[in-house]
């Protein structure tokens, strides 16, 4: 299953796609870990352990082409800003490390940018990308951990609120 947005810049006449797919069972995932390390792969390969919803991630990734249009990026490249702009850390680094791929993933968020996306790299199951299967495969104690979200937060509003919240207010950071 593939989930496609259009994402229209200012002069309304272009558009750029982005597709995003959701990857379980994967077993060629060295392979995988390795081309994204060296740079080799133009994809946005997520750890859906750390994302509660489809807005979660959308509004990381509306926040990054932005800053990519604006020539405001914080990183190098869009695939690493999205990771940036999901993480409450100024660092690149803790982004990488909360919401980028572990060695031995099993399991990917993907992203492409391209009009044409080859996702034949991959070698998975491919699943629907919708809140349904997030929620089956997000970690809300990794979530709440990473957000730093509190009991008490929770109970005064839901979890996907509060991320959204703590996402929203770190659009302010410089």
Not at 24 to 42: D, T, Y
Request: include cysteine; glycine fraction near 2%; proline fraction near 2%.
């Amino acid at each position: 299953m593939t989930h496609e947005i259009c994402d229209w810049n200012e002069t309304k006449n272009e558009s750029s796609k982005i597709t995003i797919k959701f990857f379980s069972k994967i077993n060629n995932a060295e392979n995988i870990f390795s081309l994204v390390k060296k740079g080799e792969i133009e994809k946005c390969f997520i750890n859906p352990e750390t994302i509660i919803s489809e807005e979660h991630l959308l509004m990381a990734t509306i926040r990054a082409r932005r800053n990519q249009k604006n020539n405001s990026m914080k990183t190098r490249t869009i695939e690493s800003e999205i990771l940036w702009c999901l993480s409450p850390y100024k660092g690149v680094g803790m982004a990488f490390k909360h919401f980028g791929l572990q060695e031995n993933f099993t399991e990917a968020i993907v992203l492409s940018f391209e009009e044409q996306p080859d996702f034949s790299v991959i070698q998975g199951e491919e699943l629907a990308f919708n809140d349904s299967i997030l929620q089956k495969h997000s970690n809300v104690d990794k979530i709440k951990d990473i957000y730093q979200i509190s009991e008490d937060e929770i109970q005064l509003t839901s979890l996907k609120e509060s991320v959204i919240m703590k996402m929203s207010v770190n659009n302010l950071r410089l």
